[in-house]
C-alpha cells in the first residue's frame, strides 16, 4: 500500500502527491473486499447451480452443497436492500436479492435446496435467514439437516459503519504519514 508509491517518489519518477491517493487506498480496499461477492443477472441451470456475475467475474454456486446461508440487510433512503448471502462447501460465496428473468425468487431455490438435504448434511442458516425464507420451524428440529447460526446483536450492526470509519481513518492517515517519511517527501 505504500511501499511501491514511496520507491516511485524516491527515484522521481512520480511526484509526492501520489502519496495523498494512499489515504484512500484502504477504504477502497474494503469497499472491493465488501462487494467483491455481490451478485446480478442470477441463473439457474438445470443442475442445481446458481450463476451470477461479480466483480471479480461469474460466480457459481452448487444449491445441493450449500454449508452457510446468511442474510444482508442494508438501510437504503427509502427502502431496505434485502440479499441472500449463499456459501458452498467449494467456498464459493455468493450475495444475492433476485433471479434474472425468471418468476422464481432465490428465496424458493435456496428454501427447497436446504430442505431437500439429507439428514446429517448440515447447514448454518442464521436466524435473519430462516426467518426470510420462512425456515424457523426447520431450525428447531433435531434433525440434523439445518444448524442455526451465530446471533449478532443488532445494536453492533447499527453502529458498524461508524465504528468502521474510526478505525479505518486513523489507519488511512497512518499510512499515508508513513509512506511521506519513507519518501523524505515531508
Known amino acids: 500500500m505504500f511501499v511501491i508509491p514511496v520507491v516511485l517518489v524516491r527515484r522521481d519518477l512520480v511526484s509526492d502527491q501520489l502519496l495523498l491517493l494512499n489515504l484512500f487506498a484502504p477504504f477502497v480496499s474494503c469497499l472491493v473486499a465488501a462487494y467483491a461477492p455481490m451478485g446480478w443477472h442470477a441463473r439457474t441451470d438445470d443442475g442445481g447451480l446458481l450463476s451470477a456475475r461479480t466483480l471479480t467475474g461469474r460466480r457459481t454456486v452448487d444449491?445441493?452443497?450449500?454449508?452457510?446461508?446468511?442474510?444482508?440487510?442494508?438501510?437504503?433512503?427509502?427502502?431496505?436492500?434485502?440479499?441472500?448471502?449463499?456459501?458452498?462447501?467449494?467456498?464459493?460465496?455468493?450475495?444475492?436479492?433476485?433471479?434474472?428473468?425468471?418468476?422464481?425468487?432465490?428465496?424458493?431455490?435456496?428454501?427447497?435446496?436446504?430442505?431437500?438435504?439429507?439428514?446429517?448434511?448440515?447447514?448454518?442458516?442464521?436466524?435473519?435467514?430462516?426467518?426470510?425464507?420462512?425456515?424457523?420451524?426447520?431450525?428447531?428440529?433435531?434433525?440434523?439437516?439445518?444448524?442455526?447460526?451465530?446471533?449478532?446483536?443488532?445494536?453492533?450492526?447499527?453502529?458498524?459503519?461508524?465504528?468502521?470509519?474510526?478505525?479505518?481513518?486513523?489507519v488511512c492517515f497512518g499510512v499515508t504519514i508513513l509512506a511521506w517519511l519513507l519518501a523524505g517527501a515531508a
Open 63 to 170: 444449491l445441493a452443497r450449500l454449508t452457510k446461508v446468511g442474510r444482508l440487510e442494508v438501510p437504503i433512503q427509502t427502502r431496505t436492500d434485502d440479499r441472500l448471502i449463499l456459501t458452498d462447501a467449494h467456498g464459493v460465496r455468493l450475495v444475492l436479492d433476485k433471479l434474472a428473468g425468471s418468476d422464481e425468487t432465490v428465496d424458493a431455490l435456496v428454501r427447497r435446496a436446504l430442505l431437500k438435504r439429507p439428514p446429517g448434511a448440515e447447514a448454518v442458516v442464521s436466524d435473519r435467514a430462516a426467518e426470510r425464507l420462512d425456515l424457523r420451524g426447520e431450525l428447531a428440529r433435531p434433525h440434523r439437516r439445518l444448524k442455526p447460526g451465530r446471533r449478532i446483536r443488532e445494536g453492533l450492526i447499527d453502529h458498524l459503519p461508524l465504528l468502521a470509519l474510526l478505525v479505518l481513518a486513523p
